[in-house]
């Protein structure tokens, strides 16, 4: 096969692969709008067969003969398929709705990042003031960062490596960063702000932990954390989401637009993953996550929303 026609098999194929994406989204859009053209015939159909019923109803109460009426019997039928109809297409509307993860590389620079900060292993592992032996932080976080790569080619990694490369995305347009922290990390949460505190550039934006106070949640500065508070159990679904949640509704009463807001789940457990997702449904706030390898790619995830019955998905 020659180069042209290699060129031309694709391009008809190409053709043919958007010419059945449209006719899935067509098909698609039609499954939707269904149960709403349904309940405008249900209601009109009602109607007309109300009328057309209470008439019959009254002639055979009162014995007077009438010519059977072909266009008022159809209003009965047309009402009774109308309702056929809708019960046909009720699972768009009843069923659950599913969710679809559209990943974007590299996503734009938000104001405000939240972040699940697991503690570090002290007795295990060798640190100074939080940071592994053998790093000394010059205060540039891109060194900094290159340097870890390459001690943990020897060492164990650190785990605050990973929170350090979702800062280092947002920088320049960062005016809040808050953790979330677990029992074992807000105690150490003093060791992170002392670090984060190296940076010029971290300057600007506050640091913040969002601790919990008795059962509920409260937000502190990081450089005021007292023993008064706790951090949050990872593995519990419902106070992660409640907490997560007082949060969101902070940065509302404070003005602070969706679209602003990243939550990255890199840290933490299984649990916090799921929690930030659950949490930026219906939402313009997008969860983040950061490759724990090479090529270290910051990857963000919107959250698309399409019914359960119905093929792809809408935003």
Request: hydrophobic fraction near 45%; charged fraction near 25%; aromatic fraction near 10%.
């Amino acid at each position: 096969m020659t180069v042209l026609e290699t060129h031309s098999k694709n391009k008809s194929d190409l053709t043919r692969i958007v010419s059945t994406s449209r006719l899935r989204l067509a098909r698609t859009k039609s499954a939707e709008l269904a149960p709403w053209f349904a309940a405008v015939g249900i209601i009109l159909g009602g109607n007309l067969a109300a009328n057309a019923i209470g008439e019959a109803l009254e002639l055979w109460e009162t014995g007077a003969s009438s010519r059977f009426s072909f266009l008022k019997f159809s209003y009965v039928i047309f009402f009774a398929a109308t309702v056929f109809w809708f019960y046909k297409v009720r699972p768009v509307i009843f069923r659950p709705r599913t969710r679809f993860l559209r990943d974007i590389e590299s996503p734009a620079e938000r104001e405000h990042l939240v972040l699940f900060l697991s503690g570090l292993d002290l007795e295990k592992g060798s640190y100074v003031d939080g940071v592994p032996k053998g790093i000394v932080l010059s205060g540039d976080i891109d060194r900094d960062i290159s340097a870890l790569e390459v001690h943990k080619r020897s060492n164990p990694p650190w785990r605050w490596e990973m929170p350090l490369r979702a800062i280092r995305h947002h920088v320049g347009k960062l005016k809040s960063i808050t953790f979330i922290c677990s029992p074992d990390s807000i105690k150490q949460a003093p060791l992170l702000y002392g670090i984060l505190k190296k940076y010029q550039c971290l300057d600007a934006p506050s640091i913040q932990i969002l601790a919990k106070d008795g059962n509920r949640p409260v937000l502190v500065r990081a450089a005021e954390i007292s023993q008064r508070v706790d951090g949050w159990e990872f593995e519990r679904f419902d106070q992660l989401s409640e907490a997560l949640d007082y949060l969101l509704n902070l940065f509302k009463e404070n003005e602070v637009a969706e679209k602003q807001i990243m939550i990255d789940f890199t840290g933490g457990v299984k649990v916090t993953s799921v929690v930030a997702a659950a949490m930026t449904f219906n939402r313009r706030i997008e969860a983040q996550y950061v490759q724990t390898n090479p090529p270290w790619k910051v990857v963000s995830y919107d959250i698309l929303m399409g019914s359960g019955d119905t093929p792809g998905v809408s935003a």
